[in-house]
């Protein structure tokens, strides 16, 4: 006998859909209340079934929210589920999913996923052959019904698919899809490129054996006047572009000439699917020689595509000039990220070595309140990346066009051309720079243009070539731009706002000193921007606020600069409460500006000291109830201590001994030795920064520590988390300068994965250098221990260090490595010609430095005679060969 409804429960099963759209809040809670209360009854499902698939007479959005709904209990009980009630409903699933109406076949598809995800796959083994078999029905609903079901599961289960767990059902399944490419309806012919489409990307085999048919299916829809098969056809060649290039070289000019007509095509969503082509294609070794004899076709393509559509004016409110008053909608503001302490040196050449391993986000010209990704974003970013692959070769294409849009009397027009100079910048600046004199000086009177969305375009590109403004002159270009920007920071628009400071965020990292004649003026302007920003702009104010102090650092340190930036600060810092995430900003912004201050910040590093370890307090507590009794307790956001752990760093950092007595009356030592052994990575990062900036500060407090910290610090000389391994080996060699000859018994502790460590091929050059630097201290204070080891590290030690600029950390492995060799000559005779090298690297060493350098040197010499050393000296590059002889007559 069939289940049937008894009709007392149908009518409460209705009632509670037809309740569940009401707005009321009160009524949604007593809905949730019911639904816990039906769900205990097993058969509860079997009435949302019903009401889906069998009762036609209730309307369609409420059958539909009723397979919803039985959705979630899926999702959430499932494997409950009594047997006879799974196996109703997926009957009932199988036999209506050609309902007539659309909604319903739609609702229909989403739950058969939904239990065939849930493991069902296997369990289920009749779905796959009937729904392939009910794409051969004559009725369209049916076909339609089926093929939108498994378009559903090759996209939550592709892996499985491919798998040997189902005895790999594609083999059947791919081959049937490609036959409906042909079919008569737009909609089929969509399905069914969207099925295959789900195996491109992990190349599964039973596509690889059918690559051409599927190509050739593909060339065969090129025209299809239907958008979403256009749509769907792009897509496939995005993709495949990707995997197998090789099917694609042979037909690459069609295919090239097609993607430059769906670029242009009326459809918006078509065209940003064509556009991902020239991204993708970028990436790709053959794009110069490919696209080279279409750029004429396709540049003015992607330039016409950068224009604000009317639709994203509208969303922009691009009429709205000023709205400085209006307040921020928490939804707008998007969550930030701390990015947690990395300890890095200096190189030569001076420039910090940051990006290796942090995402560079800093191109997103960001219209965020739009859908993310749009036709002009994707324009835009496929423009910049050809501009890297074609360099200067681009702008025969571009230059002719751009003076048309950079000085068109329609503001859209205009404002696309200033984001196409943006966009050229990194990848076309060599060729650019003969412009650029004429071209900053517009730019920056586009800043006062009139329309708001303009100005701010402007501060963003101008910030890609704030590079080259630092590079002139101050008078010619950075002090008008930075006189703008500035009036821009206090723009009455929030966009020209918030694209003004990070502009200027960009300008200070690229000016750093330049600044420091502008600084009362440029603090003026900050310092007046925090009474008037929103939520979300003032957030960025802090960064600039932090960015400018790491980039003019002591210099900040003058009473009137002082008097002028804290007062607000603090005043920001008392108005937050502990648990608001505004602090993680805040706190950034105070960890440079201390650091910065330095001794400046005395009169305010107790009440900040106090609160950061008061946060880092809290965080553990919270985190210890979590772990004890998770349902009576929320997890903590860690990131209140990450950022607090920061701002401690930058406190020891920059007050050096005058942390003492704070760090004597508080108990960050015992917190420090907790949050060491915390689960997160992040926060054992920040900790070992902590941990080695306190040891250079105040290294009494640490001392009597050590023997409880140095197995920590072990443990985690693990290079699977990068920037954890980094800091923990850093702080080994600040707590070696201090501890000298004590550190003997910890040496064992360390050393062998330290040593591991150097010779890993692919390890971040960052670490290579901390790891080179700690092992060249272990050995300056416990040479016999370490010295034996020599011949295991020498070389790589010697490349890491090679392009460390001179300073103390460089100098003290450099005694190190001298000390052992002292002990253990014989351990570098192998690699004699890296030492040399290394040697070379120093532009000016300590005189006593140097003194080591020469009797190793010229004991080698004498160690092998005349001739062997002239011999040897031969496979010197002319340029250390010269050195050695200048500095050290060898």
């Keep these: 006998m069939e289940w049937q409804p008894d009709e007392q429960g149908l009518q409460q099963v209705l009632q509670l859909l037809k309740d569940s759209q009401s707005p009321d809040t009160a009524t949604q809670r007593a809905v949730q209340e019911k639904l816990e209360q039906l769900n205990q009854f097993p058969d509860f499902n079997n ?5 889906l698939t069998s009762l036609k007479s209730e309307d369609e959005p409420t059958r539909s929210l009723s397979g919803l709904i039985l959705k979630n209990n899926v999702k959430a009980h499932y ?100 036959q409906f490419f042909k079919h008569c309806s737009p909609k089929i012919r969509s399905h069914a490129i969207g099925c295959v489409n789900q195996f491109i990307i992990g190349r599964a085999q039973a596509l690889m054996d059918n690559i051409d048919t599927f190509i050739e299916s593909l060339f065969a829809l090129a025209g299809d006047e239907d958008s979403e098969v256009r749509k769907n056809v792009c897509r496939a060649l995005v993709m495949l572009l990707e995997v197998r290039i090789d099917r694609l070289i042979p037909h690459m000019h069609s295919i090239i000439q097609y993607m430059l007509q769906r670029t242009q095509d009326p459809d918006e969503n078509v065209a940003l699917e064509a556009c991902e082509f020239w991204l993708t294609l970028a990436e790709q070794p053959i794009c110069k020689e490919a696209l080279s004899g279409h750029l004429v076709q396709l540049i003015p393509i992607l330039v016409n595509g950068m224009k604000y559509s009317e639709i994203d004016i509208i969303l922009l409110k691009g009429d709205v000039e000023e709205d400085e008053a209006v307040p921020d909608s928490e939804q707008d503001i998007k969550p930030r990220f701390h990015k947690s302490r990395t300890v890095t040196l200096q190189h030569e050449g001076g420039e910090d070595e940051e990006g290796e391993d942090i995402d560079d986000d800093d191109d997103d010209d960001d219209d965020d309140t739009l859908s993310d990704w749009n036709l002009r974003k994707c324009s835009a970013a496929a423009l910049d990346v050809l501009a890297n692959v074609f ?18 009397p329609d503001w ?25 004199p004429e071209l ?30 630092v590079s002139q002159p101050p008078d010619s270009h950075l002090k008008p731009l930075m006189t703008e920007l500035l009036k821009r920071i206090l723009d009455g628009n929030k966009r020209v706002q918030e694209a003004a400071c990070s502009a200027f965020a960009t300008l200070e990292e690229e000016a750093c000193t330049e600044l420091v004649p502008y600084l009362s003026f440029i603090l003026d302007t900050l310092v007046f921007a925090f009474g008037k920003y929103q939520h979300k702009n003032l957030l960025i104010l802090y960064d600039a606020i932090g960015t400018l102090a790491d980039s003019v650092g002591h210099h900040l340190n003058q009473p009137e600069y002082i008097e002028k930036l804290m007062p607000p600060l603090i005043a920001k810092w008392n108005e937050l409460k502990d648990e608001d995430k505004d602090l993680f900003p805040l706190l950034e912004c105070l960890s440079s500006v201390a650091t910065a201050l330095q001794s400046g910040f005395l009169p305010y590093c107790e009440p900040v000291y106090q609160r950061c370890v008061t946060l880092v307090q809290k965080t553990l507590a919270q985190a210890m109830m979590y772990s004890q009794q998770p349902d009576q307790y929320e997890a903590p956001d860690k990131d209140f201590m990450i950022v607090a752990l920061d701002l401690l760093s930058g406190l020891a950092e920059g007050l050096g001994g005058h942390v003492d007595t704070l760090v004597s009356r508080s108990n960050i030592m015992t917190l420090l030795f907790q949050c060491m052994q915390d689960t997160m990575p992040e926060v054992r990062q920040s900790s070992f920064a902590l941990l080695g900036d306190l040891t250079k500060a105040c290294f009494s407090h640490v001392k009597p520590c050590i023997a409880e910290f140095m197995p920590i610090l072990g443990t985690n000389l693990n290079p699977e988390f990068i920037s954890v391994c ?32 150097i010779n890993r091929p692919n390890t971040p050059k960052t670490l290579l250098e901390n790891t080179a630097i700690t092992i060249g201290r272990l050995g300056y204070v416990c040479p016999q221990e370490v010295a034996p080891m020599l011949p295991q590290f020498i070389r790589p030690w010697c490349t890491s260090l090679r392009n460390i600029r001179d300073n103390e950390e460089k100098d003290s492995a450099f005694r190190g490595i001298c000390m052992m060799i002292g002990v253990n000559p014989g351990g570098v005779v192998q690699d004699f010609i890296f030492f040399c090298d290394a040697v070379a690297s120093w532009v000016n060493p300590k005189e006593d430095l140097r003194d080591m350098f020469y009797k190793i040197l010229h004991g080698f010499k004498e160690q092998v005679g005349e001739e062997n050393w002239q011999q040897f000296s031969e496979q010197f590059p002319p340029l250390l060969k010269e050195r050695l002889a200048a500095c050290y007559g060898v």
């Design 412 to 436: 859209v027009i205009k404002e696309s051309g200033i984001l196409v100079l943006g966009a050229i910048a990194e990848g076309c600046m060599q060729g650019m720079m003969p412009y650029l």
């Design 440 to 469: 900053i000086p517009h730019l920056i009177q586009c800043l006062c243009d009139k329309k708001a969305l303009v100005r701010s375009i402007a501060c963003w590109t101008l910030s890609r070539y704030a590079h080259w403004v």
């Design 79 to 178: 494997q409950n589920f009594p047997p006879n009630v799974g196996d109703f409903i997926k009957r009932e699933c199988l036999n209506n999913i050609g309902d007539p109406s659309p909604l319903i076949r739609a609702t229909i598809g989403i739950l058969i996923t939904t239990i065939a995800s849930k493991g069902e796959l296997q369990t289920w083994p009749e779905l796959l052959p009937q729904l392939c078999n009910l794409l051969n029905s004559d009725d369209y609903n049916t076909c339609e019904g089926s093929f939108g079901a498994l378009q559903k599961i090759c996209e939550d289960s592709s892996e499985l698919l491919d798998s040997d767990a189902l005895d790999r059902p594609l083999n059947i399944m791919i081959p049937k899809f490609l």
């Design 391 to 408: 360099r200067e070769e681009l702008l025969p294409h571009l230059l002719p066009l751009l003076k048309g849009l950079l000085f068109h």
């Design 726 to 757: 980094n800091n923990a080996t850093w702080a080994i060699g600040e707590i070696c300068m201090q501890m000298g000859v004590e550190m003997q018994p910890y040496v064992a502790m360390v050393l062998n994965q330290l040593v591991e460590i």
């Design 47 to 51: 009435y949302l079934i019903f009401v």
